[in-house]
T-cell receptor, first 112, second 111 residues
Framework: KAGVTQTPRYLIKTRGQQVTLSCSPI?????VSWYQQTPGQGLQFLFE???????NKGNFPGRFSGRQFSNSRSEMNVSTLELGDSALYLC???????????FGPGTRLTVL | KNEVEQSPQNLTAQEGEFITINCSYS?????LHWLQQHPGGGIVSLFM???GKKKHGRLIATINIQEKHSSLHITASHPRDSAVYICAALVGGGSQGNLIFGKGTKLSVKP
């Protein structure tokens, strides 16, 4: 079974731009969660989607949004990028919400 | 104070040593995850447990719900175990859960 895939793997943007990241979960997994990892803050939860519905959201500004499609693939969007948004963005999928998670390789975003 | 605390922050061991990494949390949880992150960034979920003890190969995870404490043990450590180990508390139940992460323990196992 293929693992969680994320695209793109690396991305460079400038302040003020917007970005969309994509995550394809393991086949059969219906829950997708997104995380941000920075050297200063460590791993932080962004949001979780289950069956196309956002189930929970972390403490991030409204510039961070996401969605999930009927095939469980998920996208995350960040608008009006700031320098502090530079981070590794990880998605993880699980069979059910709150279940054991399987992580993708991450997208490393650099904002200049 | 962070809701999830890990100790130690850094750990250096000699190959073959028994290793313990600790995780304490101050909130009510429905489960606790142990994750392993290698230098390239990839994260692997090692365990998810809500009570007792789980074992997988040389790795053992225990949790004491009353004391709000979990430990990850590595027996007969090997240089390939070198990684950052992160515990994460699942706060809230099931579909409303939110993972809160510890800062991680960087383990280096020397040959």
């Amino acid at each position: 079974k293929a693992g969680v895939t994320q695209t793109p793997r690396y991305l460079i943007k400038t302040r003020g731009q917007q970005v969309t990241l994509s995550c394809s979960p393991i086949s059969g997994h219906r829950s997708v969660s997104w995380y941000q990892q920075t050297p200063g803050q460590g791993l932080q939860f962004l949001f979780e989607y289950f069956s196309e519905t956002q189930r929970n959201k972390g403490n991030f500004p409204g510039r961070f949004s996401g969605r999930q499609f009927s095939n469980s693939r998920s996208e995350m969007n960040v608008s009006t990028l700031e320098l502090g948004d530079s981070a590794l963005y990880l998605c993880a999928s699980s069979l059910e919400a709150g279940g054991r998670q399987f992580f993708g390789p991450g997208t490393r975003l650099t904002v200049l | 104070k962070n809701e999830v605390e890990q100790s130690p922050q850094n750990l250096t061991a000699q190959e073959g040593e028994f290793i313990t990494i600790n995780c304490s949390y101050s909130v009510g949880i429905s489960a606790l995850h142990w994750l392993q992150q290698h230098p390239g960034g990839g994260i692997v979920s090692l365990f998810m447990l809500s009570s007792g003890k789980k074992k997988h190969g040389r790795l053992i995870a225990t949790i004491n719900i009353q004391e709000k404490h979990s430990s990850l043990h590595i027996t007969a450590s090997h240089p390939r175990d070198s990684a950052v180990y992160i515990c994460a508390a699942l706060v809230g139940g099931g579909s409303q859960g939110n993972l809160i992460f510890g800062k991680g323990t960087k383990l280096s196992v020397k040959p």
